[in-house]
Nanobody
Framework: QVQLVESGGGLVQAGASLRLSCAAAGRTFSNYAMGWFRQAPGKEREFVAAITWSGSSTVYANSVKGRFTISRDNAKNTLFLQMNSLKSEDTAVYFC??????????????WGQGTQVTVSS
């Protein structure tokens, strides 16, 4: 089991930046590929970004490419999502997930509880 806890969400204006964190506990964090997903009201959960266990490779949804950066600190068992130039359409609950399937944009094996990001226009 891997326990995941997201933080860093909030209410910001369009154009602003936020940095989300996902703290992991339980099994060895560095063994897992990690990803971020989001779910807006009335919409299905969608893939945002993923990173390999070592951090050497990343993948992004087209909608966030060039604005968001995923990274990880295996020494601190923490995953990050730096979000810049935020838009109103980025408003959603953001979830972190663990498991190799996230590298293909598919749901992970373990999930956090989510953190709300609201971008006002």
């Amino acid at each position: 089991q891997v326990q995941l806890v997201e933080s860093g969400g909030g209410l910001v204006q369009a154009g602003a930046s936020l940095r989300l964190s996902c703290a992991a506990a339980g099994r060895t964090f560095s063994n897992y590929a990690m990803g971020w997903f989001r779910q807006a009201p009335g919409k299905e959960r969608e893939f945002v970004a993923a990173i390999t266990w070592s951090g050497s490779s990343t993948v992004y949804a087209n909608s966030v490419k060039g604005r968001f950066t995923i990274s990880r600190d295996n020494a601190k068992n923490t995953l990050f999502l730096q979000m810049n130039s935020l838009k109103s359409e980025d408003t959603a609950v953001y979830f972190c997930a663990a498991g190799w399937r996230v590298l293909d944009g598919n749901p992970g094996d373990y999930w956090g509880q989510g953190t709300q990001v609201t971008v006002s226009s």
